[in-house]
């Protein structure tokens, strides 16, 4: 085995010296020769498709704006690339390539495509997967090295977890999606599992009689009938697992919906989309859970440091939703991609950051699919998951057949990062809708009609959340055979 690892450490390092002389060789030979290799990938950063800030390409390379200042000066001087300010806010400054650029950058991809058809062409073709798996396996490791402080190998567990007054037997939770899907009889089948099921509250009263004419008196009504449904459900069918409600924080009604979630019996209040500082003011019941959704160790600090001091109490766990995620992210355009690179790390930061507190369980969200995924998150801290792409394609989902057929077929070029009207990065599959905004970078549209769109089956001009698992979605099943994929 020593002999083996030795030849994988030399075999990597000679690939990485040997790519890295191509590229050099590439250059010389190429019809740009007043540029380094390290300019190209800044042009790669930079990208042929919209303008980007300068504070997004600095993200991408991981390096200071400052930095990137300087090294975009000298291209902007060989004409490589553009330097604008912005028209709709003329103190942000931007970047594009000119066409001499984008020929730069299309040059340099097809000797890249060129190099790895090459390498391939030497192994069988009914071992290629095999082999680009092997590869992304060690890929995902060197990664996650990145940031060893607080993980650890350990037996993968899904152990009951503590959620102020009520216990959850089975730490996975049901992410809330709203609009039709994940509704009371969602949440039932997950709780009655031993999970934790939620109710997307958003708009929850879209399809009930009266709501044209009041639609926060419907909405407020429907969450109560919802959440008290499913407990119903839950207590008849002998479940022991939990019964909530998911609000954004960011809607001007967060705080009547947490309360009409309650009223109708809610055991736990997640919060999305916002810093919920102020949401132990709408409930007060100490054995109802708070957990709000956070993407960053300074969220989880700041929201904790404030229920402390306003209201003598600390959150009951967090949710960790990472960049991989559907619908709407915690992160900016300009942040995703790096934030993509940093996961493990961000998770392990958050898990120290949550070790200050008694009993604050972690949850960890987005591109969990399968039990090698839920694996890796837990060795950097992770207490319990959260899925929502593998919820939708379940025979107990409440959205309609055909809205769940649209995951079977999804594959990840079909998958598409668009900008909110939260200025914030979202996650959806591709239509004409998706496109027409991702390739313009438009923010001014209603995204809960947009979603709603979808929800009716216009599947072209709506919005439908999916993570970035939906191509492991392979069939509809219930919500029994998800979880025993998990604790089996």
């Known amino acids: ?101 984008a020929r730069v950058v299309r040059e340099h991809e097809a000797f890249h495509e060129a190099m790895i058809r090459a390498a391939l062409s030497g192994i069988p073709e009914d071992s290629i997967s095999r082999f680009v798996e092997s590869v992304g396996s060690i890929n995902d490791f060197l990664l996650m090295r990145r940031s060893t402080a607080y993980a650890r190998k350990r037996e993968f567990k899904l152990s009951a977890m ?61 969450i109560e009938e919802e959440v008290a449904r499913a407990r119903k459900n839950v207590e008849a069918g002998g479940g022991r697992g939990l019964v909530g409600a998911a609000v954004m924080w960011t809607h001007r009604d967060a705080g009547k919906y947490v309360k009409a979630a309650v009223k109708g019996g809610a055991q736990v209040i997640v919060t999305s989309a916002g810093l919920p500082k102020d949401l132990p003011a709408y409930c007060s019941d100490r054995k109802i859970a708070l957990i709000p959704t956070i993407s960053s160790r300074r969220a989880a600090s700041a929201i904790t440091k404030t229920w402390t001091q306003k209201y003598n109490r600390t959150p009951d766990g967090f949710i960790f939703q990472g960049p991989l995620a559907a619908g709407l992210l915690g992160f900016k355009e300009s942040e995703l991609e790096k934030a993509c690179g940093d996961r493990y790390k961000i998770i392990a930061e958050v898990k120290a950051e949550l070790g200050k507190l008694e009993n604050c369980p972690l949850i960890v969200g987005g591109g969990i699919a399968c039990r090698e995924d839920a694996e890796k998150v837990y060795d950097y801290g992770a207490d319990g998951i959260m899925m929502g792409t593998r919820f939708v394609a379940t025979e107990e989902c409440d959205a309609v057949r055909r ?72 069939s509809i099943m219930t919500v029994k055979d998800v979880f025993r994929e998990f604790t089996t």
């Open 1 to 101: 085995m020593d002999r083996e690892i030795r030849k994988l450490n030399d075999t990597l390092v000679n690939i990485f010296n040997t790519v890295m002389k191509m590229e050099e060789e590439a250059i010389q030979k190429a019809s740009y020769d007043d540029i380094s290799i390290t300019e190209v990938h800044t042009l790669e950063a930079i990208g042929t498709g919209r303008a980007r800030t300068m504070t997004h390409v600095a993200n991408i390379l991981g390096i200071k704006v400052s930095t990137l200042t300087t090294a975009v000066g000298r291209l902007v001087k060989k004409g490589y690339a553009r330097r604008f300010r912005d028209e709709a806010d003329r103190r942000m400054v931007k970047i594009s390539l000119s066409e001499r650029g």
């Open 162 to 222: 503590k959620l102020a007054g009520n216990e959850l037997p089975v730490p996975i939770v049901q992410a809330g999606m709203s609009i039709g899907v994940a509704g009371s009889r969602l949440a039932a089948a997950v709780a009655l599992e031993g999970g934790l099921g939620l109710i997307g509250t958003s708009e929850i009263g879209w399809r009930t009689k009266g709501y044209d004419k009041d639609p926060l008196t419907v909405n407020l009504r429907v």
């Open 403 to 474: 809205y769940k057929e649209l995951y079977l077929n999804c594959t990840e070029n079909d998958v598409t990062i668009i900008r909110s009207p939260m200025k914030t990065s979202v996650r959806v599959m591709k239509n004409s809708f998706a496109d027409s905004l991702a390739a313009t970078g438009r923010e001014d549209y209603d995204i809960i009609g947009a979603v709603r769109r979808a929800a009716c089956g216009d599947y072209d001009n709506g919005l439908i959340f999916c993570g970035v698992s939906a191509e492991k979605i392979e």
